[in-house]
């Protein structure tokens, strides 16, 4: 892989797809997710992306250059873990950060397809730690796994399933007496 970019394609044989030209950067990349349309979103701990200011998350294009179209502003102002696409286009991001545009957004925020803030989605005080994985069901429901001990103020554990609005979904009260660092989604609905 040539230069220090952390994000690379592989064709088909493993050889490095060099049509994609991301430039390079120094940071760590978390989390990514291609679009049905071919973008590439990453989420990590990262300032810049080949010479251009971009805190934390950012999207590509399928070529590896950023889109311009996604503006998050500011961005989250520490590390994103998890990045989890609802199907409505909307984007769940959970990490280690308190604001994403300087907007308060504790571990866990959604933002619209052009990278604004959700206003509809109300976490309240957020976790009173940070956000590992985030697993989004087929009806919208979000189960956040990750380091703490509160979900807006409300005694969950490391785990915490949410409805579409951000509000607890208090049929599942199931806490973790460890940190949880991924989830997987089975064919199911069991995580």
Do not use: C
Request: cysteine-free.
């Amino acid at each position: 892989v040539t230069g220090n970019t952390a994000v690379y394609r592989v064709n088909s044989n493993g050889s490095e797809d060099t049509s994609f030209s991301l430039l390079p950067y120094r940071g760590r990349v978390f989390d990514a997710f291609v679009s049905n349309n071919g973008s590439l979103f990453i989420g990590g701990s990262f300032t810049n992306l080949g010479g251009i200011g971009v805190n934390n998350l950012a999207k590509l294009n399928a070529d590896g250059t950023i889109n311009a179209s996604f503006n998050v502003g500011t961005g989250p102002n520490s590390v994103v873990y998890s990045i989890a696409p609802q199907p409505d286009d909307k984007l769940v991001i959970g990490g280690f950060f308190t604001s994403v545009n300087s907007t308060y957004a504790k571990g866990i925020a959604r933002l619209n397809a052009d990278g604004s803030i959700d206003q509809g989605f109300d976490t309240g005080l957020g976790v009173n730690g940070g956000v590992y994985s985030v697993s989004v069901q087929a009806d919208s429901k979000m189960t956040l796994a990750g380091s703490f001990s509160l979900y807006n103020n409300i005694a969950r554990k490391n785990l915490v399933r949410i409805a579409n609005d951000g509000a607890i979904d208090d049929s599942v009260t199931d806490q973790a007496a460890g940190f949880v660092r991924a989830l997987h989604d089975q064919p199911d609905g069991k995580k």
